[in-house]
């Protein structure tokens, strides 16, 4: 069992910066290919970004390819994802997830074996 716990959201103004931590609750995150997702009020839950185990592989929507950036740290146990250049639509809760690292499709949600609580990103106009 994997617990996963984001941090990092706010409230930031259109064109701001928020930085986006999961810290994951296992001696083995190195084998989980990990990934962001989000939902915002009255609409299904959307793939924002994905990673793989090594890291070596990331994978972005393209609504927010060139802005956001994810990362991982294997020695931390924890993923990243920076977000710049935030638009109002950006506005959404951000859940973090994680998949074994054998498994395919990291944009896919139905891959994805563990999920956080979520964490509310809001950006104002």
């Known amino acids: 069992q994997v617990q996963l716990v984001e941090s990092g959201g706010g409230l930031v103004q259109a064109g ?3 930085r986006l931590s999961c ?5 083995t995150f190195s084998n989980y ?6 939902q915002a ?8 970004a994905g990673i793989n185990w ?7 929507a393209d609504s927010v390819k060139g802005r956001f950036t994810i990362s991982r ?9 920076q977000m710049n ?33 979520g964490t509310q990103v809001t950006v104002s106009s």
Request: glycine fraction near 12%.
């Open 16 to 18: 701001g910066s928020l």
């Open 23 to 27: 810290a994951a609750s296992t001696r």
């Open 33 to 38: 290919n990990m990934g962001w997702f989000r």
């Open 41 to 48: 009020p009255g609409k299904e839950r959307e793939f924002v």
């Open 54 to 60: 090594t890291g070596g592989g990331t994978y972005y």
């Open 73 to 81: 740290d294997n020695a931390k146990n924890t993923q990243y994802l």
């Open 85 to 117: 250049s935030l638009k109002p639509e950006d506005t959404a809760v951000y859940y973090c997830a994680a998949a074994d690292r054998t498994k395919v499709g990291v944009r896919n949600a139905k891959t994805f074996d563990y999920w956080g609580q």
